[in-house]
């Protein structure tokens, strides 16, 4: 190199130092922080009985299919003069009446698959029911638009099919101490001394090298900057009340992260399904509630929109051993602050036409709800992730 | 043969090979190294866990339905607990048997001929129809597996009826099984559907003809007409070349390398179209020079299960609870048993997310040398080792809890000089950087070199 063009390149490079560290921050602020927005996506696994969760409490075919599994009409918490909640949604009430709640209907997809393995995996990766895919919709979302390796979080110990790309994974992890102190043992620092080959990525060792300094990186800067807020807000003492407290930290610490993905299972409810349902939803709603809470308290909830869907819902009559079986279309949660179409998004499914199995006609494919939230929340091309073009709705 | 490329062969067609059984290998010829796979693999040896409570309160009953919802629970319970088992079983079976071929072409095929079912008795007796098919003729494959219990109900063949017929085994059939995507029609679909009306089975398992939901009558099917059967729909099928094509390329990017190589996968392809002979076309691949090739030794990333049993192989290690063992697939993302859809797992690359990697690095020392990792280095006085061992082991032990062999390990590692370890380690040279680490580091013993070695990205490779 000559001396002329290194001094230019030196002046260039030192003044880069020159420029106040405050108006360097402000700059990433202005750049990527402001108005950034999440997607917090909450899968409840096994099938949610939809119609003891928004119950239509005027219908006398609810009551008639279902003689001992049906909510009486007096505990129910009413909505309007037809749908009201389960008793166990009492904390969704108040995000209801703020206007924070979306509740879409009648959500499926053509000829539904009645196997959870199967239906969750068409939830997943957003294909017909009759197509395979071994990646997932939120996967093909960082495939084209994820910038950092930490885009997309699962609060998670393993990676859900909808979290795969065909070239880029998001990252899993319960709790980001235990990850951080797995890669950061020195051994694993001291065999690559943070060398950046540029040829990593074209062969699969480099890639194995590359993804393990990926996941020490992330992993140290997850950490790092989650433990730097403390929540003060009370989160129901359980697994999916500690992923959604992991959730929030995340959120209010400023993590450069687009999508997080957490679940609460147990909803296969074949048998005495009052109880197991009224003890999940109201771990759902409890934690959900303190989640909203902890994020207004920070001054995020107007960047967060929250997505809770399940695989299917459940058949419309009762069987016998005072359970439901697996079913077809369900209802969607919406939760966000600026909701443009805020409570019953629209009507019930109707429970005089059902199709031969007795299950629920679907009004509305899922994979609208997608696109909606790709294109008007996340303002990516959601043909580009959906690999396929679908009408959006107008909930945001 | 030479040694470099016996390790390779057991590496692709086993979990690797130990040094003492490299030394007998090595003074034979490439024919007899290869031949001696395909005589081991000879038998047939099913993989069964005990089923007896299932079978007896099955005997006597003629389905499922009918029996009493206490019994269904109690079946259900035991099958699950069954199901824990026989993942185990498969697990130990693939680091001892000495039928190391037949045993990963099952693997291969069980992520071809993709399917789960919650039955322990069905699951069992699909899996070891792998096993007998595995290097058998593959047109009796194709059949058997459409008519294994599990897989009608997987696919829901047995839903599939005259009055209302069902599509989707027909479509994975064509699409996942035998040609690949884009080589049939829709049309193809419909018609082939029809063929394989009927397609049912016992509470047994077997295979049970259902006449009177069988669709009598013609089928047009790539462009002949007839009143076919399921199996005259497989024939059609097969008389393709793109079968063969699909098979090879698939067998291929498993065993050989993720990047298709055309002239390679063509000339597998014409060995296997002329009798779909699969024994044939493995000794085909197994003795062509191309399969010894630089670039396709070491550069493979194994699978969980082979990084798993991989390490069983050196050193044996048992699990104490054996929910451990299914826990850390599940957490690596390859669960037996378990297969995320009918598209089985994608392999190659996506094994690897910032989770897997960190876990695959750090697992060899959690699982077998309590979570330690020595980093004593050259000269340094190393007195604190066990002391640091005893304080890992009290916080990570509890993680896992197993038991280890290191007495195997040394015994066969007996005559391999220490600093010839990573030959047998390692499928790959270490990079640079690693290298002048690791040699800066004492050579405390084997056991803590090879703990070292397995901790590289470079063990990942295969």
Redesign the interface.
Known sequence: MDRRKFLKQSSLASSLFFVPSFVRAFEEVASSKLGYKRLVIIQLSGGNDGLNTIIPYRNDLYYKERPTLSIAKTDIIKLNDEVGLNPSLQPLKALYDKGYLSIINNVGYPNPVRSHFRSMDIWQTATDSNEFSQSGWLGRYLDNYGKLPYSAIEIDESLSLAMKGEKVNAIATQDPKVFYNLSKDPYFKNIHNHQTDAHLNEHNLGYLYKSMIDAQSSSKYIFETSKTVTSLQEYPNNKFGKQMKTTAQFINSGLDTKVFYTSLGGFDTHVNQLNTQKRLLSQYANAVEAFVQDLKDNNTFKDTLILTFSEFGRRVKQNASAGTDHGTANNVFVIGENLKKQGLYNNMASLNNLDDNGDLKFEIDFRTIYATVLDKWLEVDDKKVLNKSFSQLDFI | MKRKHIQHLHRRVGFGILPTDLDKLSKKSQKEVVNSLFSSSKNVTPLEVDTSEIKNMFSGMMNLSKLE?DARRKIQKISRQKQIELNVAWIDRLAVSKEILREKMTLFWANHFVC?DNSIIYIQQFNNTLRTHALGNFKDFVNAVSKEAAMTKYLNTKQNRKQKPN??FA??LM??FTLGEGHYTEEDIKESAKAFTGYSHNLQGKFVFRKRAYHEGEKTFFGKTGNFSGEDIVDIILEKKQCAKYICGKIYRYFVN?TIDETHVNAMANVFYKDYNIESLMRFMLMSDWFYDEKNIG???KSPIEFIVGIKTLVPTEFKNPKQLLYIQ????QKLLDP????GW?G???W????T???R??LPSLLINGAY?S?AEEGQENVDAESKKAFFKKKYGRWFKTETDWFYFVKHFKKVALEDLDKHILA?EI?N??KA??DALQKVSKQEYCI?LM????Y??C
Request: hydrophobic share 35%; proline share 4%.
């Open positions: 919802q789960e599509e989707n479509r994975e699409e996942l993720d550069t493979k990333i599940k957490i690596l993302g995320p859809n009918v598209a994608k190659g690359r996506s690897i997310d910032s989770n990697i960190v876990l690095l750090k990792i980093k790959c990079n950087t690693a680490y690791l070292q901790s590289l990205p470079e990942q490779m």
